[in-house]
């Protein structure tokens, strides 16, 4: 199940189904079926409202209440390429939720940082409260998995010992486009392109904690809600950004998701 957020031109956002309809014909299309509220705190019920997919606009799936949870160094081609050490146990940091941004919504690149980079990776979607999740229980509390850029402003992170202004700053924290619900995250193909040009090309079975692990490490030391966001680390590829790219990040039974960068 794919679960989007969106508005209509008229329209509040709300929460829909993206689904194919007319699949293998002629008149094949991707629709979203508005459903009741919000699906991480209400039953799926539809509301009977359909719409084209591409009369809409997509908003970011989720803005979590409490936080965005991400992890640092967890595919070792990454660690390499940055020439850090392999930490013993997950590095972990907060993005504050002020820093969400929609699929479409330009990444704005600050004035303070000459080196932006992006960083494509498989966000974890919290479903319900949990604490101290044991390994065989994790599953229960995911709800769903979607596509993350971890926009870090690689200047400013390796002058300050703390990350929160290189990877916290407003709209540092792409989401998109859609939450997928089915997914088994432990070996997807995760890609990224700047302008067209593949840059980041990996599985998630590269990860030096999976996801699941993760979920029991974090959940050791933080409550976790539902709509909490955990960002699972980026493969090798890290790039520069700048005005007037496009960047595409593709999670394979995901999606893409898509924003252009902009300097104001
Ligand atoms: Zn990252």
């Known amino acids: 199940m794919r679960i989007a957020r969106f508005t ?30 919000d699906p991480l705190y209400a039953p799926l019920q539809p509301t009977g409202e359909r719409f084209d997919l591409d009369d809409v606009r997509l908003l970011a799936p989720v803005i979590p209440r409490s936080k965005v949870i991400g992890v ?15 930490p013993d ?21 600050p004035d303070w940082s000459e080196n932006l980079h992006v960083e494509g990776e498989l966000a974890v979607v919290i479903g319900r409260v949990c604490k101290e999740v044991p390994l065989e229980r994790v599953s229960e509390v995911i709800f769903g998995y979607t596509v993350a850029n971890d926009v870090t402003a690689r200047d400013v992170q390796r002058e300050e010992v703390q990350w929160g202004r ?40 590269l990860m ?15 409550t976790l809600l539902p ?13 520069r950004i700048d005005h007037g790219d496009a960047v595409n990040i593709t999670v394979e039974g995901i999606g893409t998701l898509a924003n252009p960068v902009l300097k104001r």
């Open 166 to 205: 290189a990877k916290g700053f407003d709209g540092s924290c792409p989401l998109g486009p859609w939450i997928e619900t089915e997914l088994d995250p432990r070996d997807v193909g995760l890609t990224t392109t700047l302008n067209g040009e593949t840059i980041q090309d990996g599985r998630t079975s």
């Open 208 to 222: 030096l904690y999976p996801v699941a692990d993760l979920i029991v490490e974090i959940s050791r030391f933080f």
């Open 227 to 239: 709509g909490d966001v955990i960002l699972t680390g980026t493969p090798a590829g890290v790039s």
């Open 8 to 37: 209509t031109p008229e329209g509040e956002p709300q929460f829909g189904l993206v689904e194919t309809v007319g699949a293998g014909t002629a008149t094949e299309r991707t629709i979203i079926n508005a459903v009741k509220g």
């Open 72 to 86: 640092g160094r967890n595919y070792a081609a990454h660690i390499k390429e940055l020439g850090n050490e392999t």
């Open 89 to 109: 146990r997950p590095l972990l940091f907060f993005k504050p939720n002020t820093s969400v941004i929609g699929p479409g919504d330009p990444i704005v690149v």
